[in-house]
């Protein structure tokens, strides 16, 4: 991912907090030279510093059958909003975007409830955890036929994240006033995404407002 000095996010904490909060995400790998791509929720852990990524795909989708092979790419995405010149001070500017994107590399290794039942209990026990903690005394009560029928229908994986990059697009490259006429624009939208992006901007200033006056 192209990104800018200025739109750089480095701290790993508030990258896991992106991808928490923005969990369905675009995982892509190359498969016979062509880029394949699955959209699907992940579940986001960090131990001893280290950040992992577990979900799992239909059998039938072919994507899982290239991982352990070589590196895969998860997108987190999140709100992201037009940015027009006429919010400017100067007057010959051009349009922009403003977006955050998390990017997350590596290379998932297979789980199979064949080869790894306990790892795939682990697994799917993480997914009810994060998206449906409701349904988990359900789940556990099912028939075994039922449960392991499911479960021989997916592939689970899990991807240690080998390089993290994360771009906060969000008019830093601009001057303060021109920040905070582009932050209270966004805050008047309607749309949700326009408005998240416009609290954003202002929690920035408000960051640098406070670090100037140390």
């Given at each position: 991912m192209?990104i800018?000095?200025a739109f750089?996010?480095?701290?790993?904490e508030k990258?896991?907090?992106?991808?928490?909060?923005?969990s369905?995400a675009t995982?892509m790998?190359?498969q016979?030279n062509?880029?394949?791509?699955?959209?699907?929720?992940l579940?986001?852990?960090?131990?001893?510093?280290v950040v992992k990524?577990?979900?799992?795909?239909?059998?039938?989708?072919?994507q899982?059958k290239?991982?352990g092979e070589?590196?895969?790419?998860?997108?987190f995405?999140g709100?992201?909003?037009?940015i027009?010149?006429?919010l400017?001070e100067?007057?010959?500017s051009?349009p922009?975007w403003?977006?955050?994107?998390?990017?997350?590399y590596g290379?998932?290794?297979?789980i199979?409830?064949?080869d790894?039942?306990e790892?795939m209990?682990k697994?799917?026990?993480k997914?009810?955890?994060?998206?449906g903690s409701d349904?988990k005394s359900q789940?556990?009560?099912l028939?075994?036929?039922?449960?392991?029928?499911?479960?021989?229908?997916?592939?689970?994986?899990?991807?240690t994240?080998?390089?993290?990059e994360?771009?906060?697009?969000?008019?830093?490259n601009r001057?303060?006033?021109?920040?905070?006429?582009?932050a209270?624009?966004l805050l008047q939208?309607?749309?949700?995404?326009a408005h998240?992006?416009g609290v954003q901007?202002?929690?920035?200033?408000?960051t640098?407002d406070?670090?100037e006056?140390l």
């Amino acid at each position: 991912m192209y990104i800018p000095n200025a739109f750089r996010e480095d701290d790993i904490e508030k990258l896991v907090t992106f991808m928490r909060a923005n969990s369905f995400a675009t995982l892509m790998s190359i498969q016979d030279n062509i880029p394949v791509a699955s959209h699907i929720p992940l579940v986001v852990t960090v131990q001893d510093n280290v950040v992992k990524l577990t979900g799992h795909l239909a059998k039938l989708n072919p994507q899982w059958k290239v991982f352990g092979e070589n590196e895969s790419l998860a997108v987190f995405t999140g709100p992201h909003a037009y940015i027009s010149p006429s919010l400017y001070e100067k007057r010959e500017s051009v349009p922009t975007w403003n977006y955050i994107a998390v990017h997350a590399y590596g290379t998932p290794q297979v789980i199979t409830l064949g080869d790894s039942p306990e790892l795939m209990d682990k697994m799917i026990d993480k997914m009810i955890d994060t998206y449906g903690s409701d349904y988990k005394s359900q789940w556990h009560s099912l028939s075994n036929d039922f449960r392991e029928g499911l479960m021989n229908g997916i592939i689970g994986f899990e991807m240690t994240v080998t390089r993290l990059e994360g771009k906060y697009k969000l008019s830093q490259n601009r001057s303060h006033v021109d920040q905070y006429n582009v932050a209270h624009a966004l805050l008047q939208s309607a749309e949700p995404a326009a408005h998240a992006i416009g609290v954003q901007i202002k929690q920035n200033l408000e960051t640098s407002d406070s670090s100037e006056k140390l």
